[in-house]
Each structure stands twice: as structure tokens, then as C-alpha cells.
């Protein structure tokens, strides 16, 4: 690699090389396609907030976090601070509870009025693409956490296990598939179990 390639620019968080500007810009668009931005589950994102994943925006007044005051939990893992367990990017879709872009703290993913709201988006998410034929563990992962950007037969291995089925086995959105899956899959997201029973009983009754 010649002198002209090893330099670098940064544009929000985004590394451009100048001998591969389009390959890169390309990645970076189809991961803005994306539904979800997923961390590998041998390395969640359970760091502190930073320049790089946050901005200045101002959260609104009847902004509810995890423990149930109305701060900004910068300590955090992501998924929590921005009640947003499944770690959802942040889409047009116009998900119950979420924040606009001008109230939204982070850079790439969507926040949430409150935990619950986070939870509804999560469990909805899910179900729909189960309905749609992604039933099975694999098919599910694939498309929740993609290769490109995740360790997806680790993900995929956890979640079977987490649910006791084989990877062949069909799932169906049932209430206790679907609360097996978003506890599992927020493990894997945040490092540790933040979701209670009675918080998903919460969350799944807005559906």
C-alpha cells in the first residue's frame, strides 16, 4: 500500500481512505439501509458515550431512563441509555415512543421515550420477521445481526441456546418466544440482563 492510500479522514465517526472513497461510502450507505446495527455478542457495546456515538441534542422534559429519572445514562451500555435494548438504528419508521433526530442523543441508533417503548419497537421488530418466514434461529439472526458487521454464528449459537431449540427448529411469535428472544438478544447487546418480566409483560401489552 503506497503513501497516497495509508492517509486518512474522518467524517462523523466514518473512516474514508482516499485510494477506496467509494467501496467505503457504499459499506457505509447499505449499513444505513440497515434495520439494526449489531456488535458482535464477544464484544457488545457496553462503553461509556462519547463524541463518536453521541451528539449535543437536548432530550425532551418527559424523558424516562432506565432507572427512572430523567437523565441521560452516559455510563451506560448503549442499548440502556438510549432505551433501545435491541440496539434498532435509527430508521424513518415511526415507531410508538421514539425520539425525532432532533432529540435523539445518538448518532446511529434510536432513542426512546422510555424503556418500555424501546422493549414494544424490539418485540415488534421480531414478530414481524418471524411472520414474514425468517422462523427459524438462523434465518432470524442473519437478518437481525448480518454477517457483514457481526459474529452472527456466535449470536446465532447464543440464542439457541438461550431458547433450548436447534437451529432447524420453527419458532413461532408466541408471547414466551418472543419474550425468550428479546432477553436473549439483549444480553447479547448490553452485557447483562436489564429486561425484567414485568417490564416485556409492559412492552408486549402495547403491541
Known sequence: MDKKHKKILFISGGVLTTGAIVTTV??????????????????????PANILTTNSNTLPSNFRNWNGGSDY?????????????GNLIFTNINWTGKLPKEQNKDRRFEMFIAPEYGIRAMIKDLKNDIEKGKNTVPALMTEYAPRFENNTDAYIQMVCKDLKVSATAKLLPTKNTLRLLVHSISRVENGGNFITNELFDKAYAMI
Open 26 to 47: 457504499l459499506l457505509i450507505r447499505r449499513r444505513n439501509k440497515r434495520k439494526r446495527g449489531l456488535l458482535p455478542p464477544s464484544g457488545s457495546d457496553t462503553r
Open 73 to 85: 445514562l452516559s455510563s451506560a451500555p448503549r442499548g440502556i441509555r438510549n432505551n433501545n435494548p
